[in-house]
């Protein structure tokens, strides 16, 4: 729905792979390509995946603004560009130049983040404001 909403989807909701839903100005990857036990990825399966995260950067055209929703995407980001990790801390809502691209920083949309309101509907929402007013620039 918030892709839907700021423009980033052609429909506020997903039924099927061949419903008509498209992406717009948007692309959706994860710091680990496998299912690792209990959605909770180990450091070595961050590392191994780390240098095809890094493959999917390098094309993305300047200007490009990458939501990382979570820790773990962000300190996957920041390895995969080659930054030291010190000079970027997470947090909820900090915006990061990294070079060719911003990093903002957002909680992830997790049921436990959600539920226990770590994650509001207005503070993901003003993420993705946020992130639409940034590429509109």
């Given at each position: 729905q918030m892709l839907h909403k700021y423009g980033f989807a052609t429909r506020d909701c997903s039924e099927s792979a061949d419903d008509g839903l498209e992406l717009i100005d948007c692309r959706i990857t994860n710091a680990v390509k496998c299912l690792p036990p209990d959605n909770k990825p180990v450091g070595a399966e961050i590392n191994t995946c780390n240098p095809f995260l890094a493959n999917e950067l390098a094309t993305l055209p300047a200007n490009s603004v990458i939501m990382a929703l979570g820790g773990i995407a962000h300190r996957a980001i920041v390895k995969a560009v080659g930054g030291r990790q010190a000079d970027f801390s997470f947090g909820h809502g900090a915006l990061h130049d990294v070079g060719d691209f911003q990093v903002l920083d957002s909680y992830h949309?997790?049921?436990?983040?959600?539920?226990?309101?770590?994650?509001?509907e207005a503070m993901f929402d003003s993420i993705f404001a946020q992130a639409r007013e940034l590429l509109d620039k």
């Open positions: 949309c997790s049921r436990y983040n959600t539920n226990t309101r770590r994650l509001t």
